[in-house]
């Protein structure tokens, strides 16, 4: 067995024990909470279609608030950040490859 077929079972095998892990006890005492606080607001408050047409009108049909900017500066800035991402990913070789050169 060649340097590389040896690091690509070892890849293939850190990548299948990586798809069983349990969530850690913060990451579900969090959700937990969000939940609670979720139905404790539904119960308190209620959804009413009053409630849901203001949230529709805040969100959607008022572009021209105060907070108009964020319609154009998320996209950008998400726009931007990808493109670096991107272009790190393919300049950079692949872990795999860059094992095997040893």
Known sequence: MTALERNVVQVSAAM????????????KTVIAVAVVLFVMGFFWHGV??????????????RPDGPMRFRFVLQ???ATIVAIR?????????????RNSAG
């Open 85 to 97: 991402d991107g272009l790190k990913d393919a300049i950079r070789p692949l872990a795999i490859f």
């Open 48 to 61: 009413s279609l009053k409630v849901v047409e203001q949230f529709w009108h805040d969100l959607v049909e």
């Open 16 to 27: 299948t024990d990586a798809e069983h892990q349990e969530l850690g006890l913060l990451a």
């Open 75 to 77: 996209p950008l800035m």
